[in-house]
């Protein structure tokens, strides 16, 4: 098997003496400038085409370097675009050039997916343009921790350089750096680097779980060393949620178009260009459903990372369902359904990454009829079982199931007649679980608990308070 190259994004906060960051701001705000300035001028070529049909003009306007070749131009004529570095000018003006090429596509109806307008000029005010750096070590520098930022050489072509502190270098260990965006959000600057990853030959299997996905906790699982494990869902996730749901009615409330503020042209006067201004209560429930919405976001990354690597450390495949419960029911459980799809969704993406990093495998097994068929027998339900049956005694051999594990043992089967892998357990019987488990993924890592012999004894370990479960961010350089 050869070895694979896979690009990842890795984005770190970082951070620069406040008189710095005020000059990346400055370089933010002409990289901006340019995008408006060469948007200004777009909208004269194109209705200059609709006139004349010139290709000169289409050259200009529909190629992907067309816009970014008339910056040398306009450099000899706004002199300030000098102190910006070349990576991010160019930058702004390829990116002018997919949004036209986007709009393009949307309107001859080549492009899937949401319709793309002609684009709009960009307030700076309401967002950073980030600074892209799109050539390997053209333009940044990484020493350990300290990330060196090129500016423009300026009128008397000197150099001029900043250095930012990153928050921890070590998720870029052994990695190769393609391309570096410096953005910010909520006045914190983040280094985003897009980076190659070797990955390493695909180990030997000799230890499988195979996973059922449900509601009820994140998984159970049966593995083929005789024992099961059931994995706790989040439950401070729902405490989140509620307080999501919470604040984002509050903010709905409040006024979104409060202000109508006119962008000044570059010679400082009003020009015919306004967008609205939200209410200020509005801005600070949205920045603080922003920040939640982060902090959601980056507590599920922990702990699907946590979970996954619990797995791969024990065993050299990991195989899930592929059903994913669908939200029907009530509508007030609707949502709830949702959020937990798109968790077991993100959980298939972290293991088949977590997999292919530590040279293990990952795969789907068909999950159709596996909670309503009996494992030792192959009695099924005609009608399935009610979610609500929790463990059932099969009519024909009168085995006794915990309906979870029961999913669980269908699908190790099924894994193991599929991908022949039946030596694996001997009489190539079904397999009989003697051990039960709980995990409970906790900030600290994974805590296993003996699981009593029936179902209904799953209860989340009592001495945890909920609240207390945050997941450290910093363990996530770990991770990476
Ligand atoms: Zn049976």
Same mark, same amino acid.
Not at 40 to 63: C, F, G, W
Not at 346 to 374: I, N, P
């Given at each position: 098997?050869?070895r694979?190259?896979?690009?990842?994004?890795?984005?770190?906060p970082?951070?620069?003496?406040?008189?710095?960051?005020?000059?990346?701001?400055?370089?933010?705000r002409?990289?901006?400038?340019?995008?408006n300035?060469?948007?200004?001028?777009s909208?004269?070529?194109k209705?200059?085409?609709?006139?004349?049909?010139?290709?000169?003009?289409a050259?200009?306007?529909?190629?992907?370097?067309?816009?970014?070749?008339?910056?040398?131009?306009?450099?000899?004529?706004?002199l300030?675009?000098?102190?910006?570095?070349?990576?991010?000018?160019?930058?702004s003006?390829?990116?002018?050039?997919?949004?036209?090429?986007?709009?393009?596509?949307?309107?001859?109806?080549?492009?899937?997916?949401?319709?793309?307008?002609?684009?709009r000029?960009?307030?700076?005010?309401?967002?950073?343009?980030?600074?892209?750096?799109?050539?390997?070590?053209?333009?940044?520098?990484?020493?350990?921790q300290n990330l060196?930022?090129?500016?423009?050489?300026?009128l008397?072509?000197?150099?001029?350089?900043?250095?930012?502190?990153?928050?921890?270098?070590?998720?870029?260990?052994?990695?190769?750096?393609?391309?570096?965006?410096?953005?910010?959000?909520?006045?914190?600057?983040?280094?985003?680097?897009?980076?190659?990853?070797?990955?390493?030959?695909?180990?030997e299997?000799?230890?499988?779980?195979?996973?059922?996905?449900?509601?009820?906790?994140l998984?159970?699982?049966?593995?083929?060393?005789?024992?099961?494990?059931?994995?706790?869902?989040?439950?401070?996730l729902?405490?989140?949620?509620?307080?999501?749901?919470?604040?984002?009615?509050?903010?709905?409330?409040?006024?979104?178009?409060?202000q109508?503020?006119?962008?000044?042209?570059?010679?400082?006067?009003?020009v015919?260009?306004?967008?609205?201004k939200?209410?200020?209560?509005w801005?600070?429930?949205?920045? *603080?459903?922003?920040? =939640? #919405?982060?902090?959601?976001? %980056?507590?599920?990354?922990?702990?699907?990372?946590? &979970? +996954?690597?619990?797995?791969?450390?024990?065993?050299?495949?990991?195989?899930?369902?592929?059903y994913?419960?669908?939200?029907?029911?009530?509508?007030?459980?609707?949502?709830?359904?949702?959020?937990?799809?798109?968790?077991?969704?993100?959980?298939?993406?972290?293991?088949?990454?977590?997999?292919?990093?530590?040279?293990?495998?990952?795969?789907?097994?068909d999950?159709?009829?596996?909670?309503?068929?009996?494992?030792?027998?192959?009695f099924?339900?005609?009608?399935?079982?009610?979610?609500?049956?929790r463990?059932?005694?099969?009519?024909?051999?009168?085995?006794?199931?915990?309906?979870?594990?029961?999913?669980?043992?269908?699908? *190790?089967q099924?894994? =193991? #007649?599929?991908l022949?892998? %039946?030596?694996?357990?001997?009489?190539?019987?079904? &397999? +009989?679980v003697?051990?039960?488990?709980a995990?409970c993924?906790?900030?600290?890592?994974?805590?296993?608990?003996?699981?009593?012999?029936?179902?209904?004894?799953f209860?989340?370990?009592?001495?945890?308070?909920?609240d207390?479960?945050?997941?450290d961010?910093?363990?996530?350089?770990?991770f990476?």
């Amino acid at each position: 098997m050869s070895r694979t190259a896979q690009s990842m994004v890795v984005r770190l906060p970082i951070y620069f003496l406040e008189l710095d960051g005020q000059r990346l701001d400055q370089q933010s705000r002409i990289c901006n400038w340019l995008y408006n300035h060469l948007l200004e001028k777009s909208l004269e070529l194109k209705n200059k085409y609709i006139e004349m049909q010139d290709p000169e003009i289409a050259r200009v306007l529909y190629t992907e370097r067309g816009l970014r070749n008339l910056v040398p131009g306009l450099k000899k004529d706004h002199l300030f675009l000098k102190t910006v570095h070349s990576s991010p000018l160019k930058n702004s003006a390829l990116r002018l050039s997919a949004a036209i090429k986007a709009h393009q596509q949307s309107r001859k109806k080549l492009r899937k997916g949401k319709k793309a307008g002609w684009p709009r000029f960009r307030s700076w005010k309401r967002s950073w343009f980030s600074l892209l750096f799109d050539e390997p070590g053209k333009g940044f520098r990484l020493e350990g921790q300290n990330l060196t930022i090129s500016l423009g050489s300026g009128l008397d072509r000197k150099e001029r350089k900043v250095t930012g502190v990153l928050q921890s270098s070590s998720p870029l260990k052994g990695k190769e750096i393609r391309n570096f965006r410096l953005v910010k959000q909520l006045e914190q600057f983040f280094a985003v680097f897009t980076v190659h990853v070797i990955l390493p030959e695909q180990k030997e299997i000799k230890r499988l779980i195979a996973l059922d996905p449900n509601h009820k906790n994140l998984a159970y699982g049966v593995d083929t060393e005789n024992e099961s494990v059931e994995i706790a869902a989040p439950s401070w996730l729902k405490k989140l949620d509620q307080r999501i749901d919470e604040i984002a009615s509050k903010r709905d409330r409040c006024k979104r178009q409060s202000q109508k503020v006119h962008l000044e042209s570059n010679k400082g006067d009003t020009v015919d260009k306004y967008y609205w201004k939200p209410s200020r209560r509005w801005a600070k429930l949205d920045e *603080l459903l922003e920040k =939640l #919405r982060r902090k959601r976001r %980056e507590q599920t990354k922990t702990f699907l990372y946590t &979970v +996954s690597q619990k797995l791969f450390k024990r065993y050299d495949l990991v195989a899930i369902g592929d059903y994913t419960p669908d939200g029907s029911g009530l509508s007030t459980k609707m949502r709830r359904a949702m959020n937990n799809q798109s968790l077991i969704a993100r959980f298939k993406h972290t293991l088949s990454w977590v997999a292919q990093k530590s040279g293990k495998t990952f795969c789907e097994f068909d999950e159709k009829g596996t909670t309503r068929t009996c494992h030792q027998c192959a009695f099924t339900w005609p009608d399935g079982l009610c979610p609500s049956i929790r463990t059932w005694t099969c009519p024909s051999c009168q085995t006794e199931h915990i309906r979870d594990e029961n999913s669980a043992q269908n699908g *190790l089967q099924r894994v =193991l #007649r599929d991908l022949k892998l %039946e030596n694996l357990v001997p009489g190539s019987g079904p &397999v +009989s679980v003697m051990k039960r488990w709980a995990w409970c993924a906790l900030p600290r890592g994974v805590q296993v608990l003996p699981q009593g012999q029936s179902s209904d004894s799953f209860t989340a370990p009592r001495n945890l308070n909920e609240d207390m479960i945050v997941f450290d961010q910093n363990r996530l350089s770990n991770f990476a």
